[in-house]
């Protein structure tokens, strides 16, 4: 008997040990579970606060302002006790305790947004504190890269950027010349339509109409709203990480500046860009070289930027401006677009294009229209990388494509001359052609795919004269820092790992 109560007492020792190591061994799950999830959670927090910070990472943002980011999401992801520290490549000032070298290209490579978050934060246990251990810090670090911005800027300078100085608008346009040029009356005349029947002081209301006028004095209108929203978009950009180019076009194309790097030698550039003058006509009536308006040739050469100075992670953006339909164009050979030959009605407005508009060669021949088409193909599809919409008849360049239609002319252009058209020639045109043009081009940008450009577009259906999708409409120059700056904040970023 005794024996047996000795045994049963034995029993319940072993019980109240294998009770103390089941309780040990479910208090180590439990807290090793609370670990990982806090770590795994930290993790992805870590992920949203580097995305976070990356977003800040652009021109007028302080390196303290980007951490505050990344601190807010971090927060706003329940860890309240945890912190971030953000990393970046600090040009401005090496020394910096945000600096971090690993983060800067190597020579010779371009700079990249990148930005690295190290977040930590402390775990507290349920069982461990009863052995003496009530917590530990944890950590995570993620990185991530907001896009770079090759962007290139393609303005139209053809002499119709100077006609907001006309006489027949109720302003008073030739008041700077009066009151600041020789032969003025020391002050505005006071008269807002003073040409054509009569001239008040020693200048017409149309004065500065003529870029060789108005350039000096830097009075030629829309042109310097154009410049001074140009300019602001400039502000936007953040050198070194980005790089601009500037592109112009009239007759031809211009590279004004290929894609830099150096804030001050873009702002340089285009303050220094001047209105065109009217081109010599040299073969008047036919208007081959007359026409000042060639968007084919200022997308080819804002799409030849990509290629020739290469920057693959980088955004690919083509902004587009014109106060007009396309007139201008030349092939491979530099010879003029335009449908017939001076034998036939060429010389009939609109020059050089069909009377509407239409995506692809209409009744009268490969017209300068056409050749727009085909510029925005070569800019907006996709490259050789990636797979080819089945309307895009070559790989292109892959960019993203803006385009600006800058007023009436654009919107509303009924310059043509029914009473010239013989017999069979279309009479009068579509005046909205060339905001419909502008709106293909934004189309192809848009998704890369020119199906969609007419078909599922965004602007498919909207009113003449409003922006929709990627294009923006302005009845005025004013009115261009409102577009640009609603495009600027349309650049978009991406995160890696």
């Known amino acids: 008997m005794k024996s047996e109560r000795l045994q049963r007492g034995q029993a319940m020792i072993l019980l ?6 089941l309780a040990a061994f479910i208090g180590l799950a439990v807290d090793t579970g609370i670990l990982f999830i806090q770590i795994g959670h930290l993790r992805r927090a870590a992920d949203a606060a580097s995305l976070a910070a990356a ?75 009863v052995v003496g251990f009530n917590a530990i810090t944890i950590g995570a670090e993620a990185v991530s890269e907001t896009a770079s911005v090759d962007l290139v800027l393609t303005i139209d300078t053809s ?34 339509d003073d040409c054509g029947g009569g001239q ?40 070194p990480y980005d790089r601009m180019a500037v592109v112009t076009f009239d007759v031809n194309a211009i590279t004004q500046i290929n894609l830099s790097t150096s804030q001050a030698n873009v702002i340089n550039q285009l ?32 799409g030849n930027q990509f290629g020739l100075f ?31 030959s001076p034998s036939t009605p ?51 360049q892959g960019a993203v494509i803006f385009t600006i239609g800058l007023g009436d002319l654009v919107t509303d252009n009924r310059g043509c001359d029914p009473s010239a058209y013989p017999p069979g020639y279309p009479t009068g045109c579509e005046p909205d052609a060339g905001e419909k043009l502008l709106r293909y081009i934004a189309g192809v940008g848009d998704d890369g795919d020119p199906a969609t450009a007419s078909a599922i577009d965004p602007c498919f259906g909207s009113p003449t004269a ?24 349309r650049i978009f970023t991406r995160i890696t790992h």
């Open 55 to 129: 977003n800040q990472f652009r021109e007028g943002r302080t390196t303290a302002q980007i951490e505050a980011a990344a601190d807010e999401f971090i927060n706003l992801n329940s860890l309240n006790p945890a912190n971030a520290d953000i990393f970046i490549c600090d040009f401005t000032d090496p020394s910096s305790i945000y600096h971090d070298a690993a983060l800067c290209p190597a020579v010779g490579d371009p700079p990249r947004k990148f930005v690295r978050v190290e977040a930590s934060m402390p775990v507290e246990f349920a069982f461990l504190p």
């Open 310 to 340: 290469q920057r693959e992670e980088a955004v690919w953006i083509v902004i587009l401006l014109t106060d007009g339909g396309a007139n201008a164009a030349t092939d491979t050979a530099g010879n003029w677009i335009c449908p017939g």
């Open 271 to 302: 303050n220094a860009i001047e209105v065109s003058a009217s081109p010599p006509c040299p073969g008047y009536p036919d208007p081959r070289g007359c026409t000042s308006t060639n968007i084919a040739d200022g997308l080819e050469a804002a």
């Open 346 to 396: 060429t010389w009939v407005s609109p020059f050089c294009r069909d009377e509407d508009f239409e995506i692809g060669t209409g009744a009268y021949g490969y017209d300068t229209e056409d050749a727009a088409e085909d510029a925005a193909l070569f800019v907006g599809c996709p490259d050789a990388n990636s797979p080819q919409p089945a309307a895009c008849p070559a790989p292109g």
């Open 466 to 489: 409003t922006s929709c999708g990627n294009y923006y409409y302005s009845p005025t120059g004013s009115g261009l820092l409102r577009v640009f700056e609603a495009i600027a904040s």
């Open 159 to 192: 002499p119709s950027m100077a006609y907001d100085a006309a006489c027949d608008d109720g302003d008073d346009d030739d008041a700077w010349a009066e009151t600041n040029l020789p032969g003025g009356l020391g002050a505005p005349d006071g008269v807002a």
């Open 16 to 21: 109240a040990l294998a009770f103390i190591g």
């Open 200 to 239: 008040v002081g020693g200048f017409a209301d149309d004065y500065f109409r003529d870029p060789n006028n108005c350039n000096g004095p830097r009075q030629c209108y829309p042109f310097e709203d154009v410049r001074a929203a140009a300019l602001a978009l400039v502000s936007r950009m953040y050198f």
